[in-house]
C-alpha cells in the first residue's frame, strides 16, 4: 500500500479545524460503509443455493468473485476523505440553541 500524504492547508481550507474534517470524513465514511453492506448482501442474496450446500460448506464461485469484487474498492475513509478534498461532500451544522 502506497502512502499518500495530506496537505493541512488544503483540509483547513475545506473545514475550520482538522478535528472537524476528520469528523466529516469519518460520517461520510461510515455511510460508506453502510451502502458497500447493503449492495454486498443484496448481491451475495442473490445468489441462488442448492438445499444440499446448506449442510456442507462448499466455496462457492460466485461468492467469491463477489467478495474479490469489494475488496479491491478503495477503502472507505480514502473515499471519504478524498470526497471532502475534492468539494463533493457537503456538511451544515445542527443548531444546539433553544429557541424559546
Do not use: C
Request: no cysteine; proline share 5%.
Amino acid at each position: 500500500m502506497k502512502l499518500k500524504p495530506i496537505n493541512l492547508d488544503t483540509v483547513l481550507g475545506k473545514s475550520e479545524s482538522v478535528y472537524e474534517a476528520s469528523m466529516i470524513s469519518a460520517k461520510r465514511a461510515r455511510q460508506i460503509i453502510d451502502e458497500t453492506k447493503l449492495e454486498y448482501n443484496t448481491l451475495i442474496n442473490e445468489i441462488v443455493t442448492s438445499p444440499e450446500d446448506d449442510l456442507e460448506e462448499k466455496h462457492n464461485p460466485e461468492q467469491y468473485k463477489i467478495s474479490l469484487k469489494f475488496e479491491n474498492r478503495p477503502k472507505p475513509h480514502l473515499e471519504a476523505l478524498n470526497e471532502l478534498m475534492e468539494g463533493k461532500l457537503q456538511f451544515k451544522y445542527r443548531d444546539d440553541k433553544i429557541k424559546l
